[in-house]
Each structure stands twice: as C-alpha cells, then as structure tokens.
C-alpha cells in the first residue's frame, strides 16, 4: 500500500464520503457557536474581518461558511470532492459565494492546489490532518506546506484537536469499548476506539446502522488509525516546520491556558 497516496483517508473522505457526510451535517448543529469562537480568537490575534482565512479540511464547510458570514474571505479545501460540492451548495444556500472559494484537493499537494493564495491564517479544526499519515515526517510535511502559503506574520490555528494527554487519561480512567450516536433521523454510529500508548495511536471502526423501527439494520462500516500527539511534539514538528509557537488554550470559551490531560490541543503558531 502506498501510505501517503492511498492510505483509510482516500476510503474514509472519497469513496465511503457519503457515510461521514452524515457525521458532517450533525456537526452543522453547532456550527454557528464553534464559529463565533474562532471568530473570537482571530480577532484577539489581530486577524480581523476581511482577512483571507485557509480552511484546511474543510469538510462540507461549517466552519468557512458560518465565518464568511462573520465578514472574512475563506477558502476551503477538502480531499473529498463530495464534500466540495455539498459546501459549494451550502454556500449559495447562505448567500456567502462572493465570500467562500471551495476547492477539491490533497494537503500534500498544497501549494498546487492553492495557486496565487497567500493566507492571513490557516485554520485546521476538529482533529483534521495531523496524525492521519501515522508518520512525524509527513505532517512536517503538511505544515511546511501551510507555512508556504501563509504572509510573514500570520498564523497557524490547531483546535479542538485530540491529544495524547486526554486520549491516555481517558483510557486509562474511564476506557469504553464502543460509543453510539445518533447521525440524522435514521442512522446511528457505534465506534470502536482502542489506543496504543506504546505508538501513540489510535485505531478505530466506525460501523454505520440505519434504524427500522426498534432495529438497527447494518449498513458499511470504515476504519482509521490516527498518531496523536503530546504538546511538546507537536511544537517540536511545527517549529522544524518553521513555524513559531505563540500559545495553547484549554478551551475556545475562556481562553486560559492549555492543560494537560484536562484539554484538547488549541493551539496558536505565528510565521516570523
């Protein structure tokens, strides 16, 4: 298997997309609250209304869409063309073309994929990217790649992003064998997480049911195992990227300082 061209993303994001589509539109629900707190957090950095915004991962577009309506100029970039085109659907819904440039493309080839761009900011959200190609060098990669599209001064955005600390704490307090949610009216998700802590990794199976009645009816399943990683590193990867550290938060609500174990990864790089 080619790890960086065909890994589970290409299976997860491109030919199950459908199935995590589903996933996606559950998070539209609070789309418009993760916004305003990123929002928030752009204009403590100085990045105001009108910046041009990166949405790296994008998905089906929450997050561009809700912050285009805020006043900033977003593109979004995603792997899944199914993904695209359901965002480029949802911007005309929302009336925010003039302000949204959505774009199918892969984060390994960045610069190609962005062409003239040059971002105030680049935002990657909700544990997408770093740690899917299970390989330090490879997300250097992508982060030096971010770091090229990005003006002298502006910023890398890493948040609410899973970590090794909540990951380790939760197994080891509170471990659970599967998880169940409710995506849409018909569907539900059980996932399966386990962890390897001597590799920092996490493999999971999301099997995907449709309800009939009192019965769940089987519909497809899709797995992946994601690297996560502890502050220190991530700092150590994004530094060798070129990248400079400027904080970490415990949380977008208050913005106190990042806490290990209790925190996911929010997290401020500056260029230059």
């Known amino acids: 298997m080619?790890?960086?061209?065909?890994?589970?993303?290409?299976?997860?994001?491109?030919?199950?997309?459908?199935?995590?589509?589903?996933?996606?539109?559950?998070?539209?629900?609070?789309?418009e609250e993760e916004t305003r707190l990123i929002a928030k957090l752009l204009e403590r950095l100085g990045v105001g209304k009108g910046s041009l915004i990166l949405d790296l991962g994008c998905g089906n577009g929450r997050i561009a869409i809700n912050l285009a309506k805020q006043g900033y100029?977003?593109?979004?970039?995603?792997?899944?063309?199914?993904?695209?085109?359901?965002?480029?659907?949802?911007?005309?819904?929302?009336?925010?073309?003039?302000?949204?440039?959505?774009?199918?493309?892969?984060?390994?080839?960045?610069?190609r994929v962005v062409g003239r761009y040059s971002f105030d900011a680049t935002i990657l959200y909700w544990s997408t990217i770093i740690g899917y190609y299970v390989d330090e060098s490879v997300d250097e990669r992508i982060l030096r790649n971010i770091w090229n599209i990005t003006?002298?001064?502006g910023y890398l955005l890493i948040l609410n992003t899973v970590n090794y600390d909540t990951v380790a704490t939760k197994t080891g307090l509170a471990p659970v064998d599967s998880i169940m949610?409710?995506?849409?009216?018909?569907?539900?998700?059980?996932?399966?997480?386990?962890?390897?802590?001597?590799?920092?990794?996490?493999?999971?199976t999301w099997t995907f049911y449709r309800r009939k009645g009192k019965d769940l009816i089987y519909v497809d399943?899709?797995?992946?195992?994601?690297?996560?990683?502890?502050?220190?590193?991530?700092?150590?990867?994004?530094?060798?990227?070129?990248?400079?550290?400027h904080?970490?938060?415990?949380?977008?609500?208050?913005?106190?300082?990042?806490?290990?174990?209790?925190?996911?990864?929010?997290?401020?790089?500056?260029?230059?």
Do not use: Q
């Open 2 to 31: 080619d790890r960086i061209g065909n890994y589970w993303v290409k299976e997860f994001f491109i030919r199950k997309a459908h199935l995590f589509l589903r996933v996606l539109n559950k998070a539209w629900e609070r789309a």
């Open 73 to 111: 100029r977003v593109v979004g970039i995603d792997i899944s063309p199914v993904f695209i085109e359901d965002a480029l659907r949802k911007a005309r819904e929302h009336g925010v073309c003039d302000r949204t440039v959505f774009i199918a493309g892969d984060v390994l080839d960045l610069e």
């Open 151 to 153: 003006r002298d001064g």
């Open 181 to 204: 949610s409710d995506v849409g009216e018909d569907y539900v998700l059980v996932e399966n997480p386990r962890f390897d802590p001597t590799k920092s990794i996490i493999e999971n």
């Open 221 to 245: 399943e899709i797995s992946f195992t994601m690297r996560v990683y502890t502050l220190h590193e991530i700092i150590r990867i994004a530094e060798k990227a070129g990248w400079k550290f």
């Open 247 to 272: 904080e970490a938060y415990r949380d977008l609500t208050t913005l106190k300082p990042y806490r290990p174990m209790l925190s996911a990864f929010n997290i401020v790089f500056r260029k230059g």
